[in-house]
């Protein structure tokens, strides 16, 4: 089902102690004051830990009623060892089973050690994981950028998309700012391959603290966003940014300039806080 919103624009969290008070009130259900924005998120604690039963039946119900889609990421004892702990990957889909049409798909993010090599353990965890639910894969091992092709018979065969990772403009732009030189030993240095598979679109773009050096990385993404609608492919675009406070204003900032682009797209719903004034 095509969302109201026109694609799915999350960041990769619900909640930040910056937030609260700026752009969602205090207190109450953050998810659910996320949720009256944004129509997705990147569920990146599920990467340490599954959650807990009553944690799930919570969030079901803040977004019960909407088009929200979660994007929960495979745990890490699962994407991340030789063998895989398959009980946890069984317990964290059956916990999460609940979540039914809210689920979007899962994030399956390997190790760079992960390289060509060592394809027949991604055969066997996606020979495990059930189809009827959607998946987007990102590899991190440099063969798989210089050869793509490696990749696209596990792609065809269970339906996946694979994920667009741009961490340029804290690579290629003023790296001398504190928040990139943290971010720097976390975010990838990967290149960037905005391939399509089986119509699905998962872009995490990481952008940099000062607005003014993202102009032309957004303009690329307003332009492939764009293009990727045109052609009826399903849209996951996740804003990232080493300071996460930057992450909404971003990503509000980018849905305005891709309404631009893109005939009849309706605005980003008001943010449950007033704002004074935009921060650009």
């Known amino acids: 089902m095509k969302p109201k919103l026109g694609y799915f624009l999350g960041l990769p969290a619900w909640a930040f102690p910056g937030w609260s008070g700026s752009y969602f009130p205090e207190g109450g259900s953050s998810l659910a004051h996320y949720a009256s924005v944004f129509n997705t998120v990147e569920g990146n604690t599920t990467f340490y830990r599954v959650p807990d039963e009553a944690s799930v039946a919570r969030w079901q119900q ?132 905005d391939t399509v598979y089986n119509g699905l679109v998962y872009a995490r773009v990481v952008l940099h603290p000062d607005q003014n050096l993202n102009a032309p990385y957004v303009d690329e993404w307003l332009q492939r966003c764009s293009d990727y609608l045109s052609a009826g492919c399903t849209v996951y675009f996740m804003m990232h940014c080493p300071n996460n406070q930057h992450c909404p204003e971003f990503a509000a900032t980018f849905h305005d300039a891709l309404r631009g682009k893109v005939a009849d797209l309706p605005g980003l719903p008001a943010w449950p806080m007033p704002q004074q004034s935009s921060l650009f």
């Not at 027949?120 to 798989?144: T, W």
């Not at 018979?153 to 804290?170: Q, Y």
């Open 62 to 193: 803040a977004v019960a009623g909407s088009d929200f889609r979660f994007s929960f990421k495979l745990p890490r004892s699962v994407t991340h060892e030789r063998r895989p702990d398959w009980i946890v990957l069984s317990t964290f889909l059956r916990v999460l089973e609940p979540l039914g049409d809210h689920l979007g798909p899962f994030l399956v993010q390997c190790p760079a050690t992960l390289g060509p090599m060592e394809l027949a353990v991604l055969e066997r965890l996606f020979a495990a994981l059930p189809a009827d639910f959607r998946y987007v894969l990102e590899v991190r091992h440099p063969e798989f950028f210089y050869c793509p092709q490696l990749l696209e018979p596990l792609l065809e065969r269970t339906g996946a998309g694979r994920v667009m990772f741009d961490s340029r403009p804290i690579y290629n732009e003023d790296i001398r700012h504190p928040e990139v030189l943290a971010a720097r030993h976390k975010k990838p240095d990967v290149p960037l391959l």
